[in-house]
């Protein structure tokens, strides 16, 4: 128990705590002497610091200067990381950034004011009790200081040496206390004047959403592209090693068709890996996002390449082609086209059969874009089995419902179907 005391009194938290009490002071002390010279001319030039009710009136003068400097936007930022650094309190009780309401503002202003007023009073008793109490301890042991002009000549009784030395010890041990009870309502203090408010708090949500929202289009951005990619090389390559003595043509055509894959994954994946460096402009040689419109003849011949057959039916409506689809329309119809012959390529086989039509839709009239592709399941074993929850799937939906659109995948009769549907009405390029 006595050790747990003296750790809370002298431990290194509490030494901590001790420093930022008199880092409060040092900044009370522009104000300080600010209100000094206002005090002093006021009470006809006197020095303030030879009258103790004027220093303390300099003292009360200065804290509301100080409470009005703290609206200011560093104030709280500086003084949260002095807390996390040096009191002890845990980070997540302390709010992120500049205050941002005046709520916030007022309560900065709050914690400034106790900070640096009680920091004073800790620094000014730091400075001034540990040499009284030396002179007191030393007492008995130096006679000529009882006879001096400082005042201790009261201690010339037999029993005054001997009283002294317990003043100053009692002296130090207040210090020590006065100390640590201040340290202790400071960090208590710090949660509930820097702790984040609803506003905080609802920032900070906001942050993460968006921050979370990057991550996963990065993640479907990673995925379909680098997904893809290696289902139809590898496809690909399986395939001309089959036909290696047979069909030195298909050979040559497959390999192309790996070359060609694997150059515009590179490209896309720069651009990708491109977004996660924070502040990086875009570059200008970086690959364009593919689209529907210009995109998809290479993606179907990719995919044929690796030995898959795929019929294309495509109905583009009144435009004649699908470059009249607004451009995010056309990048997010690329993508979970392409996610869905991956699909097909690791877990179907047998031909494949894609529809892409542009239609009015059944609730509103406004076009919709509609996806259905379907293929055969592979046996059991064959392939990997197929599910209706993995990360591309998700990611497609993700996607349509950026849109306003929807995607259903599962079973259909005996074959396997992706739908989806994209709303078109108020897109734009």
Known sequence: MTRGALSRLLGARARLRWVHQILGGALLMPYFLFTQVGVGMAAGGVNVLSSLPLT???????LPLVAVTAV??????LSVAAVRAMCGVPGERLAEGPARSWAAR???????TLHLGVGAVVSGMTLAVPPMAVVLIT????SGLRETELGLGWFGTEAGPYVAPLLGIGLLAGLVLCAA???ALVARMAPVLLGPTAADRLAAAEERAADLAVRNRLARELHDAVGHALSAVTLQAVAARRMLERDPGFVREALAAIEDTTRRTVGELDAVLGLLRDGDPAR??????????????????RTRA???TVTAHQDTGPGGDWAGLPAIASREAYRIVQEGLSNALRHGTGPVDLRIRVRAGHENGHRELEIIMTNAPAAPGEREPRTTGGRGLRGSAERAALLGGSVEAGPYGDRWRL????????GGR
Do not use: E, H, K
């Not at 200011?72 to 930022?77: E, I, K, M, Q, T």
């Open 139 to 142: 007492l008995p042991l130096v």
């Open 181 to 183: 009870g201040a340290g």
């Open 72 to 77: 200011f936007g560093l104030v709280r930022p």
């Open 56 to 62: 303390l009136a300099a003292y009360a003068a200065a």
């Open 106 to 112: 007022g309560r900065t202003s709050a914690w400034w």
């Open 306 to 308: 690796a030995g898959v």
């Open 284 to 301: 200008p040689d970086a690959a364009p996002a593919p689209t529907l419109a210009v995109d998809l003849d290479g993606l179907l011949a």
């Open 419 to 426: 739908r989806a549907v994209l709303p078109l009405a108020g």
